[in-house]
């Protein structure tokens, strides 16, 4: 079984940028959620979403990050203008449901903004 | 709101044993606990439901005391595949409101 595709690994942008990385969760895995981890912190949950709905995404700030998973399968999390504070790894992850389910992670892109 | 994890980081040898403890002030639905190691992205241990479950995967066991809003994670007889950081994560609702703890550095030494 395949497991959670992202791309691009990394990315170095100058503030100002914009930048978009892709996720592609397991088969069947209805529950994806995109993380933003800082280093030496836990992971922090940007965007939750259920299918194709948004089920949380009280953390994501809404001014600048934008989220899609049009058609209930991969997603894309986007960036615009960057920050010098957005410089870090972002994680996908999706479960079989929502609600007490394991999470599995992607390996993560790791964004650097200068 | 983030749950709190103790201790911040913990040295070992191999063949002792730890605890790491993850609190929060509001009630949980469930527990959950994960391991990462440096670079890579975090890995499944296990999860535990409110009902004061107890489980356990070989030499790893976890308890949630659904009262004190607490779960403790066990680590039995270190191995130095153990070394990493750990966090437990934390839901107050069916599938809602998920967030992550700060974590706990595990050093296991020869």
């Known amino acids: 079984e395949a497991g959670v595709a992202q791309s691009p690994r990394y990315k170095i942008i100058e503030k100002r940028q914009s930048v978009a990385f892709w996720c592609n969760p397991i088969s069947g895995h209805a529950t994806l959620y995109w993380y933003q981890q800082i280093l030496g912190q836990g992971p922090k949950l940007l965007i939750q979403f259920q299918n194709n709905g948004v089920v949380d995404d009280s953390q994501l700030p809404k001014d600048r990050f934008s989220a899609e998973r049009l058609k209930g399968v991969d997603s894309t999390l986007k960036i615009q203008p960057a920050k010098l504070e957005d410089s870090a790894v972002y994680l996908c992850?999706?479960?079989?449901?929502?609600?007490?389910?394991?999470?599995?992670f992607g390996p993560g892109t790791r964004l650097t903004v200068t | 709101q983030q749950p709190v994890q103790s201790p911040q980081a913990v040295i070992l040898r191999e063949g002792e044993d730890a605890v790491i403890n993850c609190s929060s002030s509001?009630?949980?639905?469930?527990v959950h606990w994960y391991r990462q190691k440096h670079g890579e992205a975090p890995v499944f241990l296990m999860i535990l439901l409110k009902g004061g479950e107890q489980k356990g995967h070989e030499k790893i066991s976890a308890s949630f005391n659904e009262k004190k809003q607490q779960s403790s994670l066990y680590l039995t007889a270190s191995q130095l595949s153990y070394s990493g950081t750990y966090f437990c994560?934390?839901?107050?609702?069916?599938?809602?409101?998920?967030?992550f703890g700060p974590g706990t550095r595990l050093s296991v030494l020869p």
């Open positions: 509001k009630a949980l639905y469930s």
């Open positions: 994560g934390t839901e107050d609702n069916y599938g809602q409101n998920f967030v």
């Open positions: 992850a999706s479960s079989i449901g929502q609600g007490a389910y394991e999470q599995y």
